[in-house]
């Protein structure tokens, strides 16, 4: 596994995920209304051993060569990932994709966790333009990305895990319009 680098932001330290983070990545990341949202190769009900498998056989072998994945910490309890967010080289249409477990949401940690990771992408990784999505609804993942400067560039039918949503916002943040908090 390659390493990743660390960053700290005025409440959070981000690192690569590892396997030893597997329990508080379940214990964040396995409820409703975290995965609702999420695109609907996520499965649910999420199987018992599903994360170990998805970090052993997805992440790690792929970290920091096709992907990016950081753990989120809070600076107060750095052994907790309460959250994570992963770069792609290869958009799917897009290029990231994030989650923080529920009762850490509307902190603006999520819009802090972005930043450095942002100006690594454009400083560091060489992406020109980062494109992001998310479920038509999803208002704190719209958000977020509004607020770091992302154009809104479309909107088309996508399938979640959620059934209720049925469309995705597919946004584009470029190196120019990138607006650091
Ligand atoms: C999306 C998510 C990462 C946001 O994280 P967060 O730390 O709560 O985000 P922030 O606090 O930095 O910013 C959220 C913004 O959305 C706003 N917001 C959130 N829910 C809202 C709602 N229902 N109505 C209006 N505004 C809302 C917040 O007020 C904040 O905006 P502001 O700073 O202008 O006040 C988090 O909610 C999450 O993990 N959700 C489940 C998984 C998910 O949706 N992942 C993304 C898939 S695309």
Redesign the pocket.
């Known amino acids: 596994m390659k390493e990743i680098p660390e960053f700290q932001t005025e409440r959070l330290f981000l690192r690569g995920i590892t396997l030893e983070d597997t329990s508080s990545y379940q214990k964040h990341f396995v409820d409703y209304?975290?995965?609702r949202?999420?695109a609907d190769h996520v499965p649910w009900p999420y199987p018992e051993n599903g994360i170990e498998e998805f970090l052993k056989e997805y992440i790690l072998p792929n970290q920091a060569m096709s992907l990016w994945m950081w753990g989120i910490f809070l600076k107060e309890k750095p052994t907790e990932v309460i959250?994570a967010i992963e770069l792609c080289r290869k958009g799917k249409p897009e290029n990231r994709?994030?989650?923080?477990?529920?009762k850490?949401?509307?902190?603006?940690?999520?819009?802090?966790?972005v930043a450095p990771i942002t100006d690594y992408a454009f400083t560091k990784l060489g992406f020109e333009k980062l494109i992001?999505?998310?479920?038509v609804g999803?208002?704190?993942?719209?958000?977020?990305k509004e607020?770091s400067g992302a154009k809104l560039i479309g909107t088309e039918p996508a399938k979640f895990v959620d059934p209720k949503f049925t469309e995705h916002e597919l946004w584009e943040l470029t190196k120019e319009d990138w607006s650091k908090p």
């Not at 994709?97 to 529920?102: C, K």
């Not at 949401?105 to 802090?112: H, I, P, V, Y």
């Open positions: 209304e975290v995965v949202y999420l959250g994709g994030f989650w923080l477990g529920r850490f949401w509307g902190k603006g940690l999520m819009t802090e966790a992001f999505a998310n479920a999803n208002i704190g993942s719209r958000r977020v607020k």
